[in-house]
């Protein structure tokens, strides 16, 4: 039953969800971890890493533990949630900062008296299969450069052999593959530097001197300044091409959408 609202939970996270959590949780299982304080940023970023790469899953604060019972015994104040991404941040790759939120619960008043006036904070982690294994780029305090967690029961280790295997298996379901998206960036880098290598405009100065005296100082000794177009550049600049190719790919989509039948 503790699944069922765990599983609510995660797809629409609420007061009324974490209430039910809280209230009928039978302990911490694979996708759900409870902490009474925040982690260090090295542990926390061990278990968003573990979460991230199992399949998604939440860390709710304000929870302590002792010899297997839990309490929800609240927090004292809410942490500031830019210090909590600031501190993991470089921890985490990119793609899965995108894909964590923190929330604040508080409840005054409640029906279940055991967390009447208490805070909590939940961390939410986002199954990203299509990106998995995520490994931190750092080492820390209890985390490893390059290691891949997982989540066992209810604790986050390094994955096993098999565990590695099934992290594999998953990415390779999405059917997604990153060489497209490698082979993009690489392209569009190489292409604005090949930009940058030809002028789209020519300047010159056309009398001046002793020939001609103009309305400023330079005008006088260099002539008015002429603005040409030069042959050499493109016909488009590097931003009507990505413009271009925007358009483009937002017609595909559309044309998808009209395929499967959304409008």
């Not at 699944?3 to 039978?26: D, H, M, T, V, W």
């Not at 006036?117 to 080492?139: E, G, H, R, T, W």
């Amino acid at each position: 039953m503790n699944k069922e609202y765990f599983a609510k939970f995660f797809e629409e996270p609420s007061r009324e969800g974490l209430r039910e959590i809280l209230k009928n949780q039978s302990g911490e299982h694979n996708e759900l971890d409870f902490k009474q304080q925040w982690p260090s940023s090295g542990k926390l970023a061990k278990h968003i890493l573990a979460f991230a790469n199992y399949g998604g899953g939440c860390l709710i604060v304000g929870v302590s533990e002792e010899n297997g019972v839990l309490e929800s015994v609240g927090m004292i104040e809410f942490k500031k949630k830019e210090d909590i991404f600031n501190e993991i941040d470089k921890f985490l790759p990119k793609d899965l900062n995108q894909e964590l939120s923190i929330l604040d619960f508080e409840y005054k008043d409640s029906e279940y008296p055991t967390i009447k006036n208490k805070k909590f904070q939940v961390l939410v982690v986002n199954d990203l299969p299509q990106k998995i294994p995520f490994v931190s780029p750092k080492d820390g305090e209890g985390i490893k450069k390059d290691r891949i967690y997982t989540r066992r029961g209810i604790q986050t280790v390094e994955a096993s052999y098999e565990e590695i295997q099934q992290i594999i298996n998953r990415r390779i379901d999405t059917g997604y593959s990153s060489t497209t998206e490698m082979e993009l960036e690489t392209h569009l880098g190489q292409l604005k530097t090949l930009y940058n290598e030809i002028k789209q405009y020519n300047y010159y100065y056309k009398g001046g001197a002793l020939t001609n005296f103009g309305s400023t100082i330079a005008e006088s000794l260099y002539g008015a300044q002429i603005k040409k177009k030069n042959p050499h550049y493109p016909d488009e600049n590097y931003e009507q091409f990505i413009s271009r190719v925007i358009a483009k790919k937002k017609k595909r989509i559309e044309m998808d959408l009209d395929v499967i039948g959304i409008d």
